[in-house]
């Protein structure tokens, strides 16, 4: 038997075959014939010739895993932007769709920091192939970027959400590498020096410093927006006090530089 298209599961199919004894040789009556290793039934036509319709039904190969590629819009583009891809075997991606938190379908709107955005993913399989039929028995892998949540699952469509945010990062007295970041992401924040004053801490809200007494420390973007502050307390060394004794300073530290041309360096990082 041939078929001039592939066996698509769950297809009853039947397979009529006709078996003739050689020349000499005749088929006992009562006897039994295997089909796949099970006893099947069998017609006769003669002593020298039976037939067998044999049904069977193929099943799918079932999809367990899948491997979403995203490739997120930035900040200031337009959802549609979103691209993702899926080299999983037997899957094949219909529609991507952005949505809002409480699920209303973002279209040609930009999008915006310190929102949160879900990303809708349709899977169809491909022919020959089915999902596992339990959103707890289906795996998603998007390599760490924000949160995969399966929303449903049957043998022929797979929706999964995919939760991202862009936090802003505000820092004063100070700088940042970045201006916004996905949560998980590390950035840099740095303090300056400044004359007259002395660096004490970070004080950060919105998310984790790796070490608040450095001027030049990590932080690890949450699911808010990230807002630090560099702390300074006033130097208290003579050269940034006022009236007769700072010039009492200065001028002993002139005659000093004439025995010693290294300058002093203060506390607060001011040379003199």
Known sequence: MSLSKAYEPDTDYYCCITIEAEYGYAFKAGMKVKVNGADFNYASKSDSQIRIMYKFRPEPIIVKLLRPVIKLPELGEAATKAQVTDDTEGVYIYNTLMYYADDTE????????????????LYYPDKGYAFTGSASDTKVVTD????????????????????FRYNSITVSNGSASASVALPGTAVTITAPQVEGKIFSRWNVKGTTVENANAQETIITVGDEAVVAEAIYKDCDCNCHAGGIKAFFFKLINFFAKLFNPAKRVCECGAKH
Do not use: F, Q
């Open 106 to 121: 973002v279209k040609n709107e930009t999008i915006k920091a310190d929102t949160d955005y879900k990303l809708g993913i």
């Open 144 to 163: 760490g970027l924000g949160k995969a949540e399966i929303r449903l699952t049957n043998a022929k469509l797979v929706l999964i959400m995919y939760h």
